[in-house]
Each structure stands twice: as structure tokens, then as C-alpha cells.
């Protein structure tokens, strides 16, 4: 048995995206299934696009979720350093290995020299690729002699390294996903696997790394599957065995077609970035400051191209990767379902006890300068969790308890103060109510409405005014008992006062 060996690979140009976090998510599990190591390495080989705060916030965000690397940038390990930027020499040293044997050449043309060849393709309807075609005709070390080409090197012309593919192979390779793919060699580009400045690109960092590391599957998105030819090549030319291949299938927008963006979330409302993400243009909510649990937020994202093969949908981390199976990951794109992230949270909210909701309903209300009372707040999280999916809901449905109303909603106003409700509500605090529980509440109102002669909806509606402050909200009796009788009875005179002066 071999040891599983399984990468997330991210390049800190941004915040991690959905899709980010779902192919980390999927690497811990399969890791955690097989009793493997999560690794966490950063490619940053494309130094104009890194941007600061970035790899500390993918750490964050593994950690957040609960997917924390068991090795990697930041975690430590015998195959650091973690970090492509930290690991030059060792590019270095392997691309040297590939100029020597043949696989890889120098390339001397000039961005101007390129741009000329490309506007030239352009003009007769096609593209120009860089490959066995051309290669030999161009300013490279197979055209030049090589007594030329080190006298450009010694000159320090500057140059690009290119893979030499081979021509006209079907190529034959495997995707544990996808099956058996093939590729005739003749359709794909010579790629640059080194810069002038000596940086490797990600195509042979991303192999090195993956060989050196002893990676043995790699588990990555859809869109690096085009690249997946190129680098079985190279791996052959290296001599070192391919570590398996499992290419994830694309998130889709809630329309259903087309990648998920960022846009789509500002358009829907909902965010594609596990934490919050300040930048120049703004500042992109997180699901972690929206209020999502992790647990609830990787369940989600879990069934994004995954299915059990059954209907069950609420599976706890360590569920998740007992039961995860590359096998039953789709090859078609998983469509992005915002309600259904709420769904979750929903079911993971109600899922936690009433003490832990308490003391996260309790760190909100400090947030508001808002005292707290653990036995007054259990009871509102009590009354308010079920309809609830997030903490916040529960301060949104049950703000008046904390806030006797100001104001009072002005269509309910007109549907309920009637000439004769000053006086019911009066009548209705001189009816002794003993017991403030909301059995007793909830007869004396009965026992009134039959005294008086009225219907219920006479003192019904007034009081959910006086209480809350308009027509919506919990059970009035058990509202009642939780705000206490004598809440109660200022709330009710209060409401009086204001539908007197309005008369
Ligand atoms: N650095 C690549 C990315 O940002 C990693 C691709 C791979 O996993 O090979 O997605």
C-alpha cells in the first residue's frame, strides 16, 4: 500500500473562491478516507499577480471550515519548504535536466518578434502556436547552432524555456473522474515552463512540486484538465511516475449555465468567499460574517459534484469522509443552489442545543451594546430558533423584546385601533391575571373575551401591537410570559397613550 499524498494547491492572487474551498474540501476527504496527509501548497511562481494577505487568508479559511492542512505552507513538514517562490533552485535544478536530454529548449524571440508572427497567423485566418511546426525554424536552440545559442546566453539575451512535445502520438491517460481520455500530441503548444527571470511557470513548478512532494493523487478543478496532456508528458520526460488525476466538475451559476462568478453572488445576494474580503473596490461578504456555521457551509459545498448515492443530505465531517468516493463525483457541472445554503445552515441551527445558540445570540447582542440575561435569552432563542436559520434571525424576529415599540406599524395601526379599544385594553389590565405563564395568560384572555363579549381578534391584535409593535411575531401569550407582567402592563399603557393622542 502506497501512502496517500493529496495537495491543495491555490495561488494567492485573491481571496479563495467557492470552487477553491470545494477542491481543498475534497483533497481533506479523500486525505482523511484513505488515512493520507491534506497538504497545503502555495504557488505564487506568477509573482504579478500575488496579492498581499492572500495566503493568510486561505489558511484562515481552511481553518475557519475545519479542513486545517495536515502539512504544507504554514503547517510544517519534511518536504518544504511550501511555497513555490521559496523553492527556485530546485526548478533550477529539474529544468536542467530536461534541456539536457532534449525534452525542453531554449526560445530567444522577442515579445515584438512573437506579436509579429501572431498578427501575421491573424491576417491568413489562423492561430499561431508555438510547436514541432515552427520550433525549428524559429530563434530556438534546435534551429541555432550551439555555439550561437551560448553566445546568446553569455550575452544574457533574454530567453523562455519551452517543453518540447512530441508530434503526431495519441497520448493515452487516465482521469479517475473522467475515464480514459486520449489527445493526438500534434493539437497541443509547446508551453514556456521557465521565464526569462528564471521563475518556472506553474506548469513545471506544479510537476516538480507534485514529484518532489510525493504526491500521489492530484484532485483539482475541471479547468486544469487541458493541461493534464502537457504534464503526463513531462512527467514521462522526467522518468518519474504520474500520481493519479481526478479533475472536479465546474460550479455552476443558480441559472444553471456557465461558471459560478462573483457576480453572480453581488447579483443573488449570497457570497462566494468562505470569510469576508476587503480590497480597493470594496469589500465582498463572507459566509463566516453572513452568519453561516462551517459545518453547515461544508456539508453544502460537499454535495457540489458529490453524491452518496443515497438521499441522505446532512453529513457531519467525519461522515463526509467515510462515505466520500471519487467514484461518485459527476463529470457534469454542479449547479450553485443559494436556498439551499440556507437550507443547511437552517438544519445545522436547529441541530445546536439551546445553550450554544444562546451563547451565540449573546454575542451579538453585546455587539449591539445590548445587556444580557442567560435565563431571559434562552427563552427568546427558544421561541424564535425553529423559524430561524441564522442567529440573526433570531435578534430580527425578536428585536421588540429587547426594544419596547416606538412606533407602531401604521397599517396595522388602522386595522386595529377602533374607538373602542382604548377601553378594552384598560379593562383588560384591570382583569388580575395571578399566574404570568402563558397556560393562565392564555385563559384569562379567553375568560375576558367571554365577560366582555367580544372577539378574540379585539384583544388579540391589540396586544401583539402593544408588545410588538406590529401585526407579526410569536405566540402573544408566551410573548406575554417572557416579557413579564409588569413589561407588559407598561407596554399595554404606553399603546394606549399613543392610540388616544392619535384619536
Ligand atoms: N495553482 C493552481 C490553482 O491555482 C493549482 C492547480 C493544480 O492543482 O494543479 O488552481
Same mark, same amino acid.
Given at each position: 500500500?502506497?501512502?496517500?499524498? &493529496?495537495?491543495?494547491?491555490?495561488?494567492?492572487?485573491?481571496?479563495?473562491?467557492?470552487?477553491?474551498?470545494?477542491?481543498?474540501?475534497?483533497?481533506? +476527504?479523500?486525505?482523511?478516507?484513505?488515512?493520507?496527509?491534506?497538504?497545503?501548497? !502555495?504557488?505564487?511562481?506568477?509573482?504579478?499577480?500575488? @496579492?498581499?494577505?492572500?495566503?493568510?487568508?486561505?489558511?484562515?479559511? *481552511?481553518?475557519?471550515?475545519? %479542513?486545517?492542512?495536515?502539512?504544507?505552507?504554514?503547517?510544517?513538514?519534511?518536504?518544504?519548504?511550501?511555497?513555490?517562490?521559496?523553492?527556485?533552485? %530546485?526548478?533550477?535544478?529539474?529544468? /536542467?535536466?530536461? *534541456?539536457?536530454?532534449?525534452?525542453?529548449?531554449?526560445?530567444?524571440?522577442?515579445?515584438?518578434?512573437?506579436?509579429?508572427?501572431?498578427?501575421?497567423?491573424?491576417?491568413?485566418?489562423?492561430?499561431?502556436?508555438?510547436?514541432?511546426?515552427?520550433?525549428?525554424?524559429?530563434?530556438?536552440?534546435?534551429?541555432?547552432?550551439?555555439?550561437? &545559442?551560448?553566445?546568446?546566453?553569455?550575452?544574457?539575451?533574454?530567453?523562455?524555456?519551452?517543453?518540447?512535445?512530441?508530434?503526431?502520438?495519441?497520448?493515452?491517460?487516465?482521469?479517475?473522474?473522467?475515464?480514459?481520455?486520449?489527445?493526438?500530441?500534434?493539437?497541443?503548444?509547446?508551453?514556456?515552463?521557465?521565464?526569462?527571470?528564471?521563475?518556472?511557470?506553474?506548469?513545471?513548478?506544479?510537476? @516538480?512540486?507534485?514529484?518532489?512532494?510525493?504526491?500521489?493523487? &492530484? =484532485?483539482?478543478?475541471?479547468?486544469?484538465?487541458?493541461?493534464?496532456?502537457?504534464?503526463?508528458?513531462?512527467?514521462?520526460?522526467?522518468?518519474?511516475?504520474?500520481?493519479?488525476?481526478?479533475?472536479?466538475?465546474?460550479?455552476?451559476?443558480?441559472?444553471?449555465?456557465?461558471?459560478?462568478?462573483?457576480?453572480?453572488?453581488?447579483?443573488?445576494?449570497?457570497?462566494?468567499?468562505?470569510?469576508?474580503?476587503?480590497?480597493?473596490?470594496?469589500?465582498?461578504?463572507?459566509?463566516?460574517?453572513?452568519?453561516?456555521?462551517?459545518?453547515?457551509?461544508?456539508?453544502?459545498?460537499?454535495?457540489?459534484?458529490?453524491?452518496?448515492?443515497?438521499?441522505?443530505?446532512?453529513?457531519? *465531517?467525519?461522515?463526509?469522509?467515510?462515505?466520500?468516493?471519487?467514484?461518485?463525483?459527476?463529470?457534469?457541472?454542479?449547479?450553485?443552489?443559494?436556498?439551499?445554503?440556507?437550507?443547511?445552515?437552517? $438544519?445545522?441551527? $436547529?441541530?445546536?442545543?439551546?445553550?450554544?445558540?444562546?451563547?451565540?445570540? $449573546?454575542? +451579538?447582542?453585546?455587539?449591539?451594546?445590548?445587556?444580557?440575561?442567560?435565563?431571559?435569552?434562552? $427563552? %427568546?432563542?427558544? *421561541? +424564535?430558533?425553529?423559524?430561524?436559520?441564522?442567529?440573526?434571525?433570531?435578534?430580527?424576529?425578536?428585536?421588540?423584546?429587547?426594544?419596547?415599540?416606538?412606533?407602531?406599524?401604521?397599517?396595522? +395601526?388602522?386595522?386595529?385601533?377602533?374607538?373602542?379599544?382604548?377601553? !378594552?385594553?384598560?379593562?383588560?389590565?384591570?382583569?388580575? %391575571?395571578?399566574?404570568?405563564?402563558?397556560?393562565?395568560?392564555? /385563559?384569562?384572555?379567553?375568560?375576558? @373575551?367571554?365577560?366582555?363579549?367580544?372577539?378574540?381578534?379585539? =384583544?388579540?391584535?391589540?396586544?401583539?401591537?402593544?408588545?410588538?409593535?406590529?401585526?407579526?411575531?410569536?405566540?402573544?401569550?408566551?410573548?406575554?410570559? !417572557?416579557?413579564?407582567?409588569?413589561?407588559?402592563?407598561?407596554? !399595554?399603557?404606553?399603546?394606549?397613550?399613543?392610540?388616544?393622542?392619535?384619536?
Amino acid at each position: 500500500m502506497y501512502n496517500v499524498r &493529496v495537495r491543495f494547491a491555490p495561488s494567492p492572487t485573491g481571496p479563495l473562491h467557492l470552487g477553491g474551498v470545494r477542491t481543498a474540501l475534497f483533497n481533506y +476527504l479523500f486525505a482523511k478516507k484513505n488515512k493520507g496527509t491534506f497538504i497545503l501548497r !502555495i504557488e505564487d511562481t506568477d509573482q504579478a499577480r500575488w @496579492v498581499e494577505g492572500a495566503e493568510e487568508y486561505i489558511r484562515e479559511a *481552511l481553518e475557519w471550515a475545519g %479542513i486545517t492542512p495536515d502539512e504544507g505552507s504554514g503547517y510544517g513538514g519534511i518536504y518544504g519548504p511550501y511555497r513555490q517562490s521559496d523553492r527556485k533552485e %530546485i526548478y533550477q535544478k529539474h529544468i /536542467q535536466t530536461l *534541456l539536457n536530454n532534449q525534452n525542453a529548449y531554449y526560445a530567444f524571440d522577442t515579445p515584438e518578434e512573437l506579436e509579429t508572427l501572431r498578427e501575421a497567423a491573424d491576417k491568413n485566418g489562423e492561430t499561431f502556436t508555438y510547436n514541432y511546426k515552427n520550433r525549428k525554424h524559429l530563434k530556438t536552440s534546435l534551429a541555432l547552432n550551439p555555439q550561437e &545559442v551560448e553566445e546568446l546566453l553569455k550575452n544574457n539575451t533574454p530567453y523562455v524555456i519551452r517543453f518540447k512535445i512530441p508530434a503526431g502520438e495519441n497520448l493515452r491517460f487516465h482521469d479517475l473522474i473522467r475515464g480514459n481520455l486520449s489527445v493526438d500530441t500534434s493539437t497541443l503548444d509547446d508551453k514556456v515552463l521557465m521565464k526569462n527571470d528564471g521563475m518556472p511557470t506553474y506548469h513545471l513548478a506544479n510537476i @516538480v512540486d507534485d514529484h518532489e512532494m510525493a504526491i500521489s493523487h &492530484v =484532485i483539482r478543478g475541471e479547468e486544469w484538465l487541458p493541461s493534464l496532456p502537457l504534464h503526463i508528458l513531462m512527467y514521462s520526460a522526467f522518468g518519474w511516475n504520474a500520481p493519479q488525476f481526478a479533475h472536479l466538475p465546474l460550479i455552476l451559476k443558480p441559472e444553471g449555465k456557465g461558471k459560478l462568478s462573483k457576480r453572480d453572488g453581488d447579483k443573488h445576494g449570497f457570497p462566494v468567499f468562505p470569510l469576508e474580503w476587503k480590497s480597493e473596490t470594496g469589500i465582498s461578504p463572507g459566509y463566516r460574517e453572513e452568519g453561516y456555521l462551517p459545518q453547515a457551509f461544508l456539508n453544502m459545498l460537499a454535495l457540489l459534484g458529490w453524491n452518496p448515492g443515497t438521499d441522505q443530505e446532512i453529513f457531519s *465531517l467525519e461522515q463526509l469522509a467515510q462515505n466520500f468516493d471519487l467514484n461518485k463525483v459527476s463529470k457534469s457541472g454542479a449547479r450553485f443552489n443559494p436556498e439551499k445554503s440556507i437550507w443547511f445552515n437552517h $438544519q445545522y441551527l $436547529q441541530m445546536m442545543d439551546n445553550e450554544e445558540i444562546t451563547q451565540e445570540f $449573546q454575542k +451579538l447582542l453585546n455587539s449591539k451594546s445590548i445587556s444580557t440575561n442567560d435565563k431571559f435569552d434562552s $427563552q %427568546i432563542v427558544n *421561541l +424564535l430558533k425553529e423559524r430561524a436559520s441564522f442567529v440573526k434571525d433570531i435578534w430580527n424576529e425578536g428585536q421588540f423584546f429587547y426594544e419596547s415599540p416606538k412606533n407602531y406599524d401604521p397599517k396595522g +395601526l388602522e386595522k386595529v385601533w377602533k374607538p373602542d379599544t382604548a377601553q !378594552i385594553l384598560k379593562d383588560f389590565l384591570q382583569f388580575d %391575571i395571578q399566574d404570568f405563564t402563558t397556560d393562565q395568560i392564555q /385563559q384569562s384572555i379567553q375568560e375576558f @373575551v367571554k365577560t366582555k363579549a367580544i372577539g378574540m381578534g379585539k =384583544i388579540m391584535m391589540p396586544l401583539r401591537m402593544a408588545m410588538v409593535g406590529a401585526l407579526h411575531g410569536p405566540d402573544i401569550p408566551h410573548v406575554m410570559e !417572557i416579557l413579564g407582567k409588569e413589561e407588559v402592563y407598561k407596554r !399595554i399603557q404606553s399603546f394606549i397613550l399613543f392610540g388616544d393622542k392619535k384619536d
